[in-house]
């Protein structure tokens, strides 16, 4: 998942403030300038409520920057686009749609004729590990599950850009390693350049090419931390653990910040 | 599992299990028909007691065998088939009201919800109608359209379309930003995001209005029959029995307005929820 070298999604000067003028006026965003490289992974890591997936929000078009211009390929965001996919926390499958039907979502607004849409359909269930689950309603399956149809959906209309927005925080600790282990594959699969919202530094260290880390509200980034360890990675290896000692020092003191500015 | 290990008792046992299981399922239904046959059983011993009169209080199973007579070929004045002409009548009155206020007002409900300016416009004017009861308007009907059906339909069409419109706006509004999201970021366009995210979204507000509005319609149409309707009806044909003291066909008309009401509200609706809110499991808690 090594990316060549050529920028994808471009953030100058970032800065997103909700309600401005009004009373509840909160900053989010203080100033935000990253790079992301084309068929990189890349970490978004901070504190609750620090911005992050605000952040998401606005690459994925749903949420405009306040100041400063978000670029993707060079040319500027102005709404959601099938160039993006996007995998949310609660899933967020249409209950009305069987399995099949929410993964072939994306192809039946593009257009795809049906037997098309049948052969990515079945390339999907391989690539995610969804067989014997085809035509089930989503509440009829487990978390896990649900949250592999909710990725295949996103992936099945083959956006550049996979953006997951704390995607396996609702899971249990074995499936969580287990869809970590997964993504992996999936991305080795796709090289797809992905945005990855969590405030898990096991989570960003195990996935991710670069950590961006988020300070507390109003955001900046922190510090960025390159990831040089080979996959699949140890997370008992000495780097890893080195890595994970000094971001968890660096988030916990955005934490504290954070905490005291909103009593949660 | 367990292989040729199985032992006979196991498989007794599980039938018997099986057995209860049914059971189980069957008990609602049988205690239905116990209270309803003990209700009536009660009702004949009382009302061949000599407590009461009983050309006030008629015996059911004297309303049961007018019900049969009514059903059945006519005899002297009384036309053939009667009770179902009676029947008829109402369920197409009822039918046409429904209709029309269930597609104008699905229509505004769903535009009520997308649209903020109109929601907040139309919504006083829905919390100040929704409560009135139906038949408040059954004088100035009368006035407007005379005696006759448009009267009965107009009742009947007002009767309905309040909690249509209600629930069609809260459905709409109450659908998760993240559904829309995720159709938009595939490129969906605004039509594509109706059809296939805001209305199927919708769809158990939509029923849950629907079953309410049938029901406001039915006791409607009786009440708008009883004083509009000039020849068939069952709200006509329970009134027009108590002018001649026969009041054994006034129970018979209630029962069958108790029956076909209990008919639309339970059974139709059952059907169309076991296809799509219970599959999907987004069953919304019911509305009284």
Same mark, same amino acid.
């Given at each position: ?264 | ?87 008829? +009548? ?5 039918? #046409? ?6 597609? %104008?007002? @699905?229509?505004? *409900? =769903? ?101 309410? +509005? ?5 006791? #409607? ?6 004083? %509009?309707? @000039?020849?068939? *009806? =069952? ?54």
């Amino acid at each position: 998942m090594a990316s060549n070298g050529r920028v994808k999604i471009q953030a100058r000067g970032i800065q997103k403030t909700f309600n401005p003028g009004e009373d509840g006026e909160v900053r989010a965003i203080d100033r935000l300038d990253l790079e992301v490289y084309e068929g990189e992974f890349v970490a978004l890591l901070g504190p609750s409520g620090c911005g992050k997936s605000t952040f998401l929000y606005m690459v994925a078009g749903f949420a405009h920057p306040t100041q400063g211009e978000l670029l993707l390929d060079g040319k500027l965001i102005t709404g959601p686009g099938p160039d993006r996919g996007i995998v949310f926390q609660e899933y967020v499958l249409f209950p009305w749609r069987t399995a099949r039907q929410n993964i072939e979502f994306g192809l039946e607004i593009a257009g795809v004729p049906p037997d098309a849409r049948a052969r990515r359909f079945k390339e999907l269930i391989e690539l995610i590990g969804l067989k014997g689950f085809e035509d089930a309603y989503p509440q009829t399956l487990s978390g896990g599950m649900q949250q592999r149809v909710a990725i295949a959906r996103a992936l099945a209309y083959d956006p550049d850009v996979l953006l997951m927005d704390e995607p396996f925080g609702a899971l249990d600790a074995q499936t969580r390693r287990r869809m970590h282990r997964d993504l992996v594959h999936v991305e080795e699969a796709t090289h797809k350049t992905v945005l990855f919202v969590t405030h898990s530094v096991v989570e960003a260290l195990t996935l991710s090419d670069r950590v961006f880390l988020f300070s507390a509200r109003p955001s900046v980034i922190k510090e960025t931390i390159e990831v040089d360890i080979p996959r699949p990675r140890d997370v008992t290896g000495a780097r890893f653990v080195e890595l994970e000692r000094h971001l968890i020092d660096s988030l916990d003191a955005e934490v504290e910040k954070m905490m005291s500015i909103s009593p949660e | 599992m367990l292989g040729d290990t199985t032992q006979p008792n196991e498989e007794a046992i599980s039938a018997i299990r099986l057995g209860r299981w049914k059971l189980a399922r069957l008990r609602p239904f049988v205690v239905s028909v116990l209270s309803l046959a003990g209700f009536a059983l009660l009702w004949e011993v009382f009302s061949r007691s000599g407590a009461v009169n009983p050309l006030l209080v008629p015996p059911p199973s004297e309303v049961f065998r007018t019900i049969v007579e009514q059903i059945g070929p006519g005899s002297g004045e009384r036309p053939s088939y009667l009770m179902l002409r009676h029947t008829g +009548a109402t369920v197409l009155l009822l039918l #046409a009201g429904y209709f029309i206020a269930a597609v %104008a007002a @699905t229509v505004l *409900g =769903l535009l009520m919800g997308m649209n903020r300016h109109l929601y907040e416009w139309c919504n006083p004017l829905i919390s100040f109608f929704m409560p009135i009861p139906t038949i408040t308007l059954v004088p100035v009907a009368i006035l407007w359209f005379g005696l006759g059906a448009y009267t009965v339909v107009f009742i009947v069409i007002i009767g309905s379309y309040f909690p249509i419109v209600y629930n069609a706006a809260a459905g709409v509004r109450s659908t998760p930003q993240k559904y829309i999201w995720a159709a938009r970021i595939t490129g969906a366009s605004k039509t594509q995001i109706f059809f296939k995210v805001l209305l199927p979204s919708t769809m158990s507000y939509i029923i849950a209005g629907q079953k309410l +509005a049938l029901g406001r319609a039915w006791r #409607a149409v009786i009440s708008g029959e009883i004083f %509009a309707s @000039t020849q068939y *009806g =069952l709200g006509f044909m329970i009134f027009d029995a108590r002018t001649f003291l026969d009041t054994e066909t006034v129970f018979a008309g209630i029962v069958i307005v108790g029956i076909v009401g209990l008919v639309l509200e339970k059974i139709i609706f059952r059907c169309i929820e076991r296809l799509t809110v219970d599959r999907w499991g987004t069953a919304t808690a019911k509305t009284i």
